[in-house]
């Protein structure tokens, strides 16, 4: 079966990961988002994941508290989420590497890139967590930054959304959907599909992004190429 995407990156949100609880990990809800990798997965698809740690800890909600310290203490909830999603795709029959932009080596790999791309080219799905390392960046710049130094060929951005609105679709019932946009309307609009940093990331190293919802199989429909959600690319 033809794929239109060989290399891929995913970027889970931490709150996916969470389901209804709305907070913390639930084990079946990352298990039924594990599957539909696999899935993706079995179709030949090279799968690298960066997940988010906003279902335990928002840097930019933290008060007070310094913002390098904060931040870092999300980098640590990324890397509590990579393992729950390592384990369920391991549950799952898939071999999977986790890679962190942090020292730990009891953990997980460091990330180099080199190895990183070895690993995809033998197969395995490779997540990486502690975003990009350092504080003041999201997860989001992290996707858009590991997608291109692995030469993936789009970023799919899965979330809780079946594509990018004008404005807030829970809020606005007239909301509009986008089928296609360019990277310079997200910038100029400031549309909700990425942080400008990594909207910017993605423009100027021409990496296309999908953004659709995790409804079961919508991973497999956007490797094959299937019409969904809102396509992002200059």
Not at 78 to 101: C, F, I, K
Not at 177 to 187: A, E, I, P
Request: proline share 3%; with cysteine; aromatic share 6%.
């Amino acid at each position: 079966m033809s794929i239109k995407y060989n290399r891929i990156l995913i970027k889970l949100s931490g709150e996916a990961l969470a389901g209804e609880k709305g907070f913390g990990l639930d084990y079946p809800t990352v298990l039924e988002i594990c599957k539909n990798i696999k899935d993706a997965h079995d179709l030949g698809a090279e799968i690298a994941i960066v997940v988010g740690g906003g279902n335990f800890w928002r840097g930019r909600s933290s008060g007070d508290m310094e913002r390098t310290r904060a931040d870092q203490i999300g980098m640590l909830a990324t890397v509590m989420n990579a393992l729950s999603v390592a384990d369920a795709l391991e549950h799952l029959g898939v071999e999977v590497r986790v890679q962190a932009a942090l020292q730990m080596q009891q953990v997980a790999e460091p990330y180099i890139r080199n190895r990183a791309t070895r690993h995809l080219e033998k197969g395995r799905v490779v997540i990486f967590a502690c975003g990009t390392g350092n504080p003041f960046f999201s997860t989001d710049t992290a996707a858009a930054l590991r997608a291109a130094e692995i030469n993936a060929d789009i970023i799919f951005k899965a979330t809780m959304v079946d594509g990018v609105y004008d404005k807030d679709p829970k809020k606005y019932p007239d909301a509009v959907k986008y089928d296609t946009l360019s990277f310079t309307q997200v910038l100029t609009d400031q549309l909700n599909v990425m942080d400008m940093t990594a909207a910017t990331m993605c423009r100027d190293n021409k990496l296309p992004i999908l953004v659709f919802d995790m409804v079961d199989g919508n991973i497999v429909k956007a490797i094959k190429g299937e019409t969904i959600g809102t396509l992002v690319q200059e």
